[in-house]
């Protein structure tokens, strides 16, 4: 063999890092799946740092190796998928930010392709719901979260912040009814009133005590009958896993799911409507050993076998 053809893959700790080296792509185009970047934390009520959050996904996504052995597929050989880079996000302005996502968003979604978007704060997902449900239609969302999202304000007068952006879905009406659903709220609030809030919002709140006083399997089924065939999007604030699987976060609560509880949750979507994805919270100065990011890169390519799964199962395409 001559030394001048020989070039062997790279291992995964070498090269450029992107999303699970998958190519860079900051263009709008007509791939299968843009993986997104928004590193922006400034709407973040208690400790920050999730602008790092991207970078550290990206670099934790290094070890997937490819094949899903649950979901049984390999997406990235079922799918074309791009790391499309980070959002030129305003770290002073939170509604310049979403003007930025809204734009980046509605072009990839122009081209036809599915987003997964890495946060990040919670703020992030309103203008990507916006843009998913002008595409779609009022959204089935399952929200995982130890908290509801659904405060009308953090801070007197500002609408926006990391823990408005249910409401404000709610109010624009990008959010089917009957089929949102909260999974993973625990932990001390100002009072009964936050949750009572949630509810009359149409949330369907379950609760950590409800969810460890179930059979999961009972769950499962609940979430997938509410959800029927409406276009999903699925939003996943990593504060919902337990702080001892997912420490890197800004409002860690105490007694959420394990790691693998929340894989059993998110691939038990397999086979419905899934448009739309994204992965918030990561905050990497919290994440000493890149635990959190670790979980939150195989949750992203777990996003990614659903969708894989979904093109297998429709001849039409996803
Ligand atoms: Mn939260
Ligand atoms: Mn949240």
Redesign the pocket.
């Known amino acids: 063999m001559s030394l001048m053809t020989y070039t062997p893959p790279l291992p995964p700790f070498a090269g450029i890092c992107t999303f699970a080296r998958m190519p860079f792509q900051p263009t709008p185009s007509a791939v299968d799946v843009a993986i997104l970047g928004v590193p922006y934390d400034s709407s973040t009520s208690y400790r920050s740092g999730t602008r790092l959050g991207p970078r550290a996904l990206r670099e934790q996504s290094l070890l997937l190796w490819g094949y899903n052995n649950a979901l049984q597929i390999s997406p990235f050989t079922a799918l074309t998928v791009v790391d499309a880079g980070d959002v030129s996000v305003v770290p002073v302005d939170i509604l310049a930010t979403h003007r930025a996502i809204e734009s980046t968003a509605e072009s990839w979604l122009n081209a036809g392709a599915k987003l997964i978007t890495l946060g990040g704060d ?1 703020s992030i997902a309103l203008p990507l719901l916006r843009r998913h449900a002008a595409v779609y239609g009022p959204l089935a969302v399952l929200h995982f ?3 509801p ?1 659904t405060w009308d304000s953090e801070y007197p007068g500002q609408k926006y912040s ?2 408005t952006p249910f409401i404000r879905a709610m109010e624009e009406g990008l959010i089917d009814r009957e089929a949102y659903i909260q999974l993973g709220i625990r932990g001390p609030t100002s009072g009964p009133q936050d949750y009572v809030d949630a509810l009359h919002l149409g949330a369907r709140m379950i609760t950590m005590d409800e969810f460890r006083q179930r059979a999961m399997a009972d769950v499962i089924a609940e979430i997938r009958q509410r959800i029927g065939t409406r276009p999903l999007y699925v939003t996943f ?4 896993v337990d702080p001892a699987f997912a420490p890197g ?3 860690p ?1 105490v007694g959420g799911f394990t790691s693998y509880e929340v894989l059993q949750l998110v691939r038990c979507l397999v086979g419905l409507n899934c448009v739309g994805f994204d992965l918030v ?1 990561v905050s990497p100065p919290f994440d000493p050993t890149a635990i959190t990011s670790i979980l939150g890169a195989n949750l992203v390519f777990e996003f990614l076998s659903l969708l894989a799964r979904s093109r297998q199962s429709s001849p039409a395409g996803l």
């Open positions: 919670h979260d130890a908290h999202d990391h823990g604030d990593i504060d919902g976060t800004g409002t609560e919270e």
